[in-house]
């Protein structure tokens, strides 16, 4: 199955990820716990010597160079070169009838790490992670003992330094893979699977496959489906292939389909919000006309006879859901609107007056703003014809300049204004989006940007 949404993050998105991961990542091995070391060696000319290395105290651990490359069927490996790390603790020795005890210190260097990160989506279509390989190697440890012996340890300092160096391998694997699952599995399960919008309706984010990693970039392909709580439904047509473009000017790029959009359509066209009703209550004063059959008597005198100087009421629906298309030129679509009007009886009963149908030209812009989508309609002259009448026939062109007006100024600012709340994109938490770019191509919406992560 196509995608109905695409989510790429670059290198530059990836660079990003893992300088922030890195710093996380620095502070956690900075509170490896190590266990004491007790064994026992034979020195020359002094015989079997027992040692303890007790209260191992990492002073801090620093992971000044790092990368994070793609590995295509695999996900991520994440280096690390020229790592460092100290650590202090206390030794004790005895041997013969001799007992002494001091402190030491232990200069770690040149550490290189190799971690690899499997991605993969659950039955939920949620995004997975986990440590599929880690390798750890310490190739130069520089240990110091103090005390009146420490004469003594300094003899059979390389046994020490290699089991201190076996130890930390061991943990900063222990430690890198914990990590993962524990605050980066957590984490990447922030990414919405599905956004409930308003009371009427939902995205459907959920990965039909796994992240695909690319020599250039992480892809996620999202359903990108538009749903109704109350009616989910089969959508009638599948989303077509999407041609990404190789942009690597941002650090993360969505690329929104006309499927995407589509479903919207028929999403609140199931769950009934395309029908709005115009009144004299919802013309603003600045239209300069009243809502009554005076005024469209003009056009039908037929009104006049029947329903004088009566209030009048417009109801306007969408008898399929509007189908919009995306090329280069930006968003446009024709919707077909239903307008029913009726009078207003003195005992608040309707009297049905006349059916019109109206087509009319609209285009979108797009934009983001706070990690939504938002945009606005521009529309066009509307055309009009009769589908039925209950008060005769009628020319409906002399009525076309009186409807423009007033879908313009009643119905155009109610739709710009959900618009206007936008609709969520597919964000990790604490993700703020900068450097918005948008461009339209054939069949889907690119919409480009920088990334900033805000710590707790």
Same mark, same amino acid.
């Given at each position: 199955?196509?995608p109905?949404?695409?989510?790429?993050?670059?290198?530059?998105?990836?660079?990003?990820?893992?300088e922030?991961?890195?710093?996380?990542?620095?502070k956690?091995?900075?509170?490896?716990?190590?266990?004491?070391?007790?064994?026992?060696?034979?020195?020359?000319?002094?015989? %079997?010597?027992?040692?303890?290395?007790s209260?191992?105290r990492?002073?801090?651990?620093?992971?000044?160079?790092?990368?994070?490359?793609?590995?295509?069927?695999?996900?991520?490996?994440?280096?690390?070169?020229?790592?460092?790390?100290?650590?202090?603790?206390?030794?004790?020795?005895?041997?013969?009838?001799?007992?002494?005890?001091?402190?030491?210190?232990?200069?770690?260097?040149n550490?290189?790490?190799?971690?690899?990160?499997?991605?993969?989506?659950d039955?939920?279509?949620?995004?997975?992670?986990?440590?599929s390989?880690?390798?750890?190697?310490?190739?130069?440890?520089?240990?110091?003992?103090?005390?009146?012996?420490?004469?003594?340890?300094?003899?059979?300092?390389?046994i020490?330094?290699?089991?201190?160096?076996?130890?930390?391998?061991?943990?900063?694997?222990?430690?890198?893979?914990?990590?993962?699952?524990?605050?980066?599995?957590?984490?990447?399960?922030?990414?919405?699977?599905t956004?409930?919008?308003?009371?009427?309706?939902?995205?459907?984010y959920?990965?039909?496959?796994?992240?695909?990693?690319?020599? %250039?970039?992480?892809?996620?392909?999202?359903?990108?489906?538009?749903?109704?709580?109350?009616?989910?439904?089969?959508?009638?047509?599948?989303?077509?292939p999407?041609?990404?473009?190789?942009?690597?000017?941002?650090?993360?790029?969505?690329?929104?389909?006309?499927?995407?959009?589509?479903?919207?359509?028929?999403?609140?066209?199931?769950?009934?919000?395309?029908?709005?009703?115009?009144?004299?209550?919802?013309?603003?004063?600045?239209?300069?006309?009243?809502?009554d059959?005076?005024?469209?008597?003009?056009?039908?005198?037929?009104?006049?006879?029947?329903?004088?100087?009566?209030?009048?009421k417009?109801?306007?629906?969408?008898?399929?859901?509007?189908?919009?298309?995306?090329g280069?030129?930006?968003?446009?679509?024709?919707?077909?609107?239903?307008?029913? #009007?009726?009078?207003?009886?003195?005992?608040?009963?309707?009297?049905?007056?006349?059916?019109?149908?109206?087509v009319?030209?609209?285009? #979108?812009?797009i934009?983001?703003?706070?990690?939504?989508?938002?945009?606005?309609?521009?529309?066009?002259?509307?055309?009009?014809?009769?589908?039925?009448? #209950?008060?005769?026939?009628?020319?409906?062109?002399?009525?076309?300049?009186?409807?423009?007006?007033?879908?313009?100024?009643?119905?155009?600012?109610?739709?710009?204004?959900?618009?206007?709340?936008?609709?969520?994109?597919?964000?990790?938490?604490?993700?703020?989006?900068?450097?918005?770019?948008?461009?339209?191509?054939?069949?889907?919406?690119?919409?480009?940007?920088?990334?900033?992560?805000?710590?707790?």
């Amino acid at each position: 199955t196509n995608p109905g949404f695409v989510v790429r993050i670059t290198q530059a998105g990836l660079d990003y990820a893992q300088e922030q991961g890195i710093a996380i990542l620095e502070k956690k091995l900075a509170q490896l716990k190590l266990p004491d070391i007790s064994g026992d060696t034979r020195v020359l000319r002094v015989g %079997k010597v027992h040692y303890e290395l007790s209260r191992l105290r990492l002073r801090d651990f620093h992971l000044p160079y790092s990368r994070i490359t793609p590995v295509s069927n695999v996900g991520l490996q994440v280096s690390i070169s020229n790592a460092f790390a100290e650590l202090d603790g206390d030794w004790r020795v005895k041997f013969l009838f001799i007992r002494d005890h001091g402190s030491f210190n232990l200069k770690v260097e040149n550490i290189y790490i190799k971690i690899i990160l499997r991605l993969g989506s659950d039955t939920t279509g949620r995004p997975t992670i986990s440590t599929s390989d880690c390798s750890a190697h310490i190739s130069k440890v520089r240990a110091l003992f103090s005390g009146k012996l420490g004469w003594l340890y300094n003899l059979f300092h390389s046994i020490i330094e290699s089991r201190l160096r076996k130890i930390l391998e061991d943990k900063v694997c222990e430690n890198v893979a914990k990590s993962v699952h524990n605050e980066l599995q957590t984490y990447i399960r922030t990414l919405p699977v599905t956004s409930r919008i308003d009371d009427k309706t939902g995205i459907d984010y959920s990965l039909v496959a796994p992240p695909r990693a690319t020599p %250039k970039s992480l892809d996620a392909d999202l359903k990108g489906e538009f749903y109704s709580l109350a009616h989910r439904s089969t959508i009638p047509f599948s989303p077509l292939p999407l041609a990404f473009p190789s942009d690597h000017e941002r650090m993360v790029y969505f690329g929104a389909s006309s499927y995407f959009f589509n479903t919207a359509g028929i999403a609140y066209h199931k769950a009934g919000a395309l029908v709005f009703e115009i009144s004299e209550a919802t013309i603003p004063k600045e239209a300069g006309f009243s809502l009554d059959t005076s005024v469209f008597s003009a056009f039908i005198p037929q009104l006049e006879e029947k329903y004088p100087n009566m209030p009048m009421k417009f109801r306007l629906s969408t008898p399929t859901a509007p189908f919009l298309t995306i090329g280069p030129g930006g968003i446009s679509f024709q919707p077909i609107v239903d307008v029913q #009007a009726y009078a207003i009886l003195p005992n608040s009963s309707l009297a049905p007056l006349f059916l019109l149908s109206l087509v009319r030209n609209v285009s #979108a812009v797009i934009n983001v703003r706070s990690g939504r989508i938002v945009g606005s309609l521009d529309v066009g002259r509307i055309r009009l014809s009769l589908k039925d009448s #209950a008060v005769g026939t009628f020319q409906v062109r002399t009525m076309q300049s009186l409807m423009n007006i007033l879908t313009s100024s009643t119905l155009l600012p109610r739709l710009n204004a959900r618009l206007d709340e936008g609709f969520p994109l597919p964000l990790l938490d604490r993700i703020q989006l900068s450097n918005i770019l948008v461009r339209f191509h054939q069949n889907f919406l690119l919409l480009g940007a920088d990334v900033r992560f805000q710590p707790q």
